[in-house]
Protein backbone atom coordinates (compact mmCIF):
# COMPACT_ATOMS: atom_id res chain seq x y z
CA UNK A 1 0.00 0.00 0.00
CA UNK A 2 1.53 3.33 -1.02
CA UNK A 3 2.67 5.99 1.91
CA UNK A 4 0.05 9.05 2.45
CA UNK A 5 1.41 12.42 2.16
CA UNK A 6 0.01 15.85 3.08
CA UNK A 7 1.65 18.83 1.86
CA UNK A 8 1.72 21.94 3.27
CA UNK A 9 3.02 25.30 2.09
CA UNK A 10 1.30 28.43 1.85
CA UNK A 11 3.46 28.97 -1.54
CA UNK A 12 0.02 28.18 -3.55
CA UNK A 13 2.15 28.37 -6.92
CA UNK A 14 4.86 25.98 -5.56
CA UNK A 15 2.01 23.70 -4.06
CA UNK A 16 0.64 23.50 -7.99
CA UNK A 17 3.83 22.90 -9.20
CA UNK A 18 4.43 19.50 -7.09
CA UNK A 19 1.03 18.84 -7.96
CA UNK A 20 1.61 19.26 -11.39
CA UNK A 21 5.28 17.38 -11.39
CA UNK A 22 3.56 14.30 -9.28
CA UNK A 23 0.80 14.21 -12.12
CA UNK A 24 3.29 13.30 -14.95
CA UNK A 25 5.54 10.83 -12.30
CA UNK A 26 5.51 7.39 -12.71
CA UNK A 27 6.35 4.40 -10.06
CA UNK A 28 5.64 6.69 -7.24
CA UNK A 29 5.75 4.45 -3.80
CA UNK A 30 3.27 7.28 -2.43
CA UNK A 31 0.20 9.05 -2.71
CA UNK A 32 -0.50 12.85 -2.32
CA UNK A 33 -4.24 13.24 -0.21
CA UNK A 34 -4.38 16.54 0.90
CA UNK A 35 -2.57 20.43 0.67
CA UNK A 36 -2.97 23.12 3.16
CA UNK A 37 -2.02 26.25 3.24
CA UNK A 38 -1.91 27.36 6.41
CA UNK A 39 -1.09 26.00 10.16
CA UNK A 40 -4.72 25.36 11.15
CA UNK A 41 -5.53 23.93 8.23
CA UNK A 42 -2.89 21.60 8.20
CA UNK A 43 -3.49 20.44 11.69
CA UNK A 44 -7.19 19.47 10.81
CA UNK A 45 -5.88 17.88 7.69
CA UNK A 46 -3.58 15.88 9.93
CA UNK A 47 -6.36 14.33 12.26
CA UNK A 48 -8.79 13.43 9.72
CA UNK A 49 -6.66 12.22 7.18
CA UNK A 50 -3.75 10.63 9.31
CA UNK A 51 -1.21 10.46 6.72
CA UNK A 52 2.33 8.94 7.43
CA UNK A 53 3.94 11.95 6.18
CA UNK A 54 3.99 15.54 6.15
CA UNK A 55 5.75 17.85 4.05
CA UNK A 56 5.56 20.70 6.29
CA UNK A 57 6.73 24.47 5.78
CA UNK A 58 7.62 26.36 8.75
CA UNK A 59 7.05 29.68 8.44
CA UNK A 60 3.66 29.55 7.72
CA UNK A 61 0.35 31.82 8.33
CA UNK A 62 -2.19 30.97 11.57
CA UNK A 63 0.51 28.54 13.16
CA UNK A 64 4.59 27.61 12.47
CA UNK A 65 5.25 24.23 11.63
CA UNK A 66 6.96 23.84 14.78
CA UNK A 67 3.62 24.98 16.29
CA UNK A 68 1.62 22.24 13.90
CA UNK A 69 3.96 19.42 15.52
CA UNK A 70 3.94 20.34 18.95
CA UNK A 71 -0.39 20.02 18.45
CA UNK A 72 -0.23 16.62 16.58
CA UNK A 73 2.39 15.24 19.46
CA UNK A 74 0.14 16.30 22.17
CA UNK A 75 -2.70 14.70 20.58
CA UNK A 76 -4.75 11.48 21.49
CA UNK A 77 -4.39 10.35 17.68
CA UNK A 78 -3.78 7.00 16.34
CA UNK A 79 -1.52 7.82 14.14
CA UNK A 80 1.36 10.28 14.40
CA UNK A 81 3.09 11.04 10.95
CA UNK A 82 6.57 11.65 10.30
CA UNK A 83 7.19 15.37 9.59
CA UNK A 84 9.87 16.83 6.86
CA UNK A 85 10.24 20.39 7.27
CA UNK A 86 10.66 22.76 4.60
CA UNK A 87 11.97 26.62 5.02
CA UNK A 88 13.69 29.20 2.97
CA UNK A 89 15.27 30.34 6.02
CA UNK A 90 18.41 29.48 7.29
CA UNK A 91 18.73 25.24 8.50
CA UNK A 92 20.32 27.23 12.06
CA UNK A 93 17.28 29.52 12.05
CA UNK A 94 15.85 28.55 15.63
CA UNK A 95 12.31 27.45 14.36
CA UNK A 96 14.31 24.52 11.93
CA UNK A 97 16.11 23.62 14.86
CA UNK A 98 13.41 22.78 17.15
CA UNK A 99 11.30 21.01 14.58
CA UNK A 100 14.29 18.99 14.24
CA UNK A 101 14.33 18.78 17.79
CA UNK A 102 11.10 17.61 17.98
CA UNK A 103 11.54 15.01 15.48
CA UNK A 104 11.63 15.98 11.85
CA UNK A 105 12.93 13.24 10.04
CA UNK A 106 14.54 16.04 7.67
CA UNK A 107 15.25 19.09 6.96
CA UNK A 108 14.95 21.14 3.01
CA UNK A 109 16.05 24.26 2.11
CA UNK A 110 13.61 25.89 -0.78
CA UNK A 111 14.19 26.33 -3.57
CA UNK A 112 14.61 22.79 -4.25
CA UNK A 113 14.15 20.44 -6.57
CA UNK A 114 11.05 18.47 -6.38
CA UNK A 115 12.82 15.56 -8.23
CA UNK A 116 15.23 15.19 -4.72
CA UNK A 117 11.73 15.60 -2.36
CA UNK A 118 9.90 12.80 -4.97
CA UNK A 119 12.68 10.56 -4.40
CA UNK A 120 13.17 11.21 -0.48
CA UNK A 121 9.52 10.49 0.02
CA UNK A 122 10.18 6.94 -2.12
CA UNK A 123 12.77 6.04 -0.18
CA UNK A 124 11.29 6.95 3.58
CA UNK A 125 10.09 4.01 5.09
CA UNK A 126 6.60 5.14 7.03
Known amino acids: MAKTVILVDDNKDMSFLFCEYLAAEKNLSFELVGIAYDGMD ?19 PKASGVKVMEKIRSMPIDKKPLFIVMTGVSPNNELVQKALEMGA ?22
Do not use: E, G, W, Y
Open 42 to 60: AIDMIVSKQPDIVLLDIRM
Open 105 to 126: VSCINKPFSIKKVISMLNNITA
